[in-house]
């Protein structure tokens, strides 16, 4: 079975430091989307990065990285210069290419600290 | 804003009772996703359409049916209520299959008294 799994539940960062979410799935798909949202207390999801499993180079969007290890089916966003605005839940998630199935991982709820 | 509209924002209903929540997704999008996010809880995927087909189940009650009409929005109809139904029910949309990301609206608050 296709799987994402988030093994930090809850983390918290200070302001202006680095943290990094961690997330692995399981496929034996060689095609394949991922993605990481954040909810914020608002409840909105918003896509933060997105990563297609057919390139090597790391996703980055400002402050937002990732770091995919294919081989390792890891894909774990990396935030820095942290802001208080960036408390949310992070959700990861994939979907292999060709399929209609998004698979979300049950999230890692991050509190920036000022 | 993504794009896709949920109505309404919130409701609140007794036990027994039928509700029906709406999703426009973004303009030419095909697929309709619906997911029910219990509090504090993660994304549980119920159903799946693309142009005006059922595609894919996920964990939806028998209670709960749902339907993609011709212009593409879809309603989500849950019925004979539960205080267990009370949730955020979010609608997303993608453009192709299995291609780029889901694009959410904002959720439907559903409270169940």
Known sequence: AQTVTQSQPEMSVQEAETVTLSCTYDTSESNYYLFWYKQPPSRQMILVIRQEAYKQQNATENRFSVNFQKAAKSFSLKISDSQLGDTAMYFCAFIPGGTYKYIFGTGTRLKVLA | ?113
Not at chain 2, 15 to 26: A, H, K
Not at chain 2, 32 to 57: C, M, P, T
Not at chain 2, 61 to 84: I, K, V
């Open chain 2, 1 to 113: 804003d993504s794009g896709v509209t949920q109505t309404p924002k919130h409701l609140i209903t007794a036990t027994g009772q039928r509700v029906t929540l709406r999703c426009s997704p973004r303009s030419g999008d095909l697929s309709v996703y619906w997911y029910q996010q219990s509090l504090d809880q993660g994304l549980q995927f119920l159903i799946h359409y693309y142009n005006g087909e059922e595609r894919a189940k996920g964990n939806i009650l028998e209670r709960f049916s749902a339907q993609q009409f011709p212009d593409l929005h879809s309603e989500l109809n849950l019925s004979s209520l539960e205080l267990g139904d009370s949730a955020l029910y979010f609608c997303a949309s993608s453009a192709r299959q299995g291609i780029g990301e889901l694009f959410f609206g904002e959720g439907s608050r559903l409270t169940v008294l």
